[in-house]
């Protein structure tokens, strides 16, 4: 019998948990940049398409970290 009592909901949301004690956002490692032709200039946004933004796309983004030594 432990002393402790569970925590309640409101606790785990507070620490980004759902109910079960999972994670409740996933994170990726993406970012926005800007959306580039097959040679290489950047696209241009179609205004006919308001809810869409081509210009944008997802890339993931470089893993950041300690610099590698040298020698």
């Not at 569970?6 to 785990?12: C, D, F, R």
């Not at 940049?33 to 983004?61: I, Q």
Request: aromatic residues 4%.
């Amino acid at each position: 019998m432990s002393r402790f009592s569970p925590p309640s909901a409101e606790e785990l949301a507070a620490r980004g948990l759902d109910p079960d004690g999972n994670p409740l956002k996933v994170w990726t490692n993406t970012k926005k940049v800007r959306a580039r032709n097959s040679d290489g200039t950047l696209k241009a946004d179609d205004p006919s398409t308001p809810d869409v933004n081509e210009a944008w796309e997802e890339a993931p983004s470089k893993k950041r970290g300690r610099p590698k030594k040298k020698g």
